[in-house]
């Protein structure tokens, strides 16, 4: 890992969310634009597009330096460098496998699939424990109705959602649901959502799990 060097003019190209070949689209535009004393930083939130990234600018000459802070990568190109107009980007790109990296969770129950209560509770408690200890985590997990009950202060797996949240995963909380059963004020992890976000993130996504 770099370190990433103090910058005081910087274009920022926030390519978070995005698929190949999206981001490596963004940053060549964002060379061209950039003034001839400006630096660039590129956000994203997977490695896969991070290393496409990462070897695009450094075929074309270009220094890169990264740094990892939660779910976002950010690569920084001290000063500016140039890329041939005619220079494609997408041949640089290589696809997030499966979307291994870009994907998110959405929790409906507080409980693992159909059957007996107290199974599905054991279940769902070894689901969302076991995602901290995963190589590939979601970059989103959304909580939605009878599901929300796993974020309030008694749900047995709040240790686990908050771990997942310092790491820079998102926690969203449909506060509708919040409202309707009349716990918000029982929210112990997480930001209280809207469907529109939920939405949103569902369609940035590259893959959606509901268990």
Known sequence: MSIKPTLINMKTIDARGKSCPVPLIMTKKGVAEAAADES??????????????TRFLQDHGMEVHTQREG???????????????????????????AGTTNYMITIKQNTLGRGNDDLGQLLIKGFINTLPDIDHKPHTIAFLNAGIFLTLHDSPVLEALKKLEVSGIKILVCGTCLDFYQCKDSMAVGVVSNMYDILDAMTKAGKVIAP
């Open 71 to 97: 779910s976002t990568i950010t690569l920084t190109v001290p000063r500016g460098g140039a890329i041939p107009e005619q220079t494609d980007p997408a041949a640089w790109c290589t696809p997030d496998p």
């Open 40 to 53: 660039l930083v590129v956000l994203l939130d997977n490695e896969t597009s991070a290393g496409n990234v």
